[in-house]
């Protein structure tokens, strides 16, 4: 898998040492867990997907995660790209609506031994106030504009990486530079699960 993520571009070492360490057959439903290492989505349930590694590395580039980063996930899902950051020394915060996806993702991250990942159930348009100020900022699903808390909850000086648009949509990297001013820069598209709102609770 890292040397598909190599062939297709990727070339930082760190994100790659880190997508070499976790296992993503462990996130994946068992009809899948034998096509875990390639460069695929897969469907985790409740219509999300888990991302595929491409799209994984290439976000985590962009967040050039420091030891010790405060970051914050919208979009748990299967938990995987939270254990990445993880991986590459982040304090993790990560939030998901979809309470099923919440459970298993936070049970698993524990078993795994994840201790500096924080699951919550949440809708995460409002960010999660309560943790902030964040180095960093990442959103796993489709947007169709920045909701303005996630830039109001990111520290000065730090990094929101989020996909914007309609079915296809354009990662965008916000950089916010003072109280006020905020840098924004565009790289590639894809093609996430949209982002909602509202909760879906288990058995609703
Ligand atoms: N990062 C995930 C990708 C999951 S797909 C992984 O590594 O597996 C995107 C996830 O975002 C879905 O689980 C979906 O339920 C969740 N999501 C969508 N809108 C959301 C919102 N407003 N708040 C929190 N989670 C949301």
Redesign the pocket.
Same mark, same amino acid.
């Given at each position: 898998m890292v040397d598909t993520l190599r062939g297709r571009g990727i070339t930082d070492e760190t994100v790659l040492t880190a997508m070499g360490l976790v296992p993503r057959h462990f @996130?994946l439903e068992n009809a899948f867990e034998a096509h875990a290492y390639e460069d695929k989505p897969f469907p985790?349930g409740?219509?999300?997907?888990?991302?595929q590694p491409y799209t %994984?590395a290439y976000q985590s580039v962009l967040l050039d995660i420091k030891s010790n980063d405060k970051v914050l996930?919208? &979009? $748990? !899902?299967? !938990?995987?790209?939270?254990?990445?950051l993880a991986a590459l020394g982040a304090r993790v915060y $990560? %939030?998901? *609506?979809?309470e099923a996806?919440y459970v298993n993702?936070k049970n698993l991250l524990v078993e795994m031994g994840f201790h500096t990942v924080y699951c919550f159930f *949440?809708? &995460?348009?409002m960010g999660l106030r309560e943790y902030a100020p964040y180095q960093k900022i990442? #959103? $796993?699903?489709g947007v169709p504009i920045v909701p303005n808390p996630l830039k109001q909850q990111l520290a000065v000086g730090g990094i929101l990486v989020i996909p914007v648009g309609g079915a296809v949509q354009e990662m965008l990297r916000i950089r916010r530079l003072s109280e006020t001013e905020f840098q924004e820069e565009r790289f590639d598209r894809f093609r @996430? #699960?949209? @982002?909602?709102? !509202?909760l879906?609770k288990v058995g609703e």
């Open positions: @996130f985790i409740h219509e999300q997907t888990i991302s %994984v996930e919208i &979009g $748990t !899902g299967s !938990g995987y790209q939270a254990a990445i $990560t %939030v998901e *609506r979809q996806l993702a *949440r809708d &995460g348009s990442i #959103v $796993t699903a @996430f #699960v949209p @982002f909602l709102e !509202g879906n």
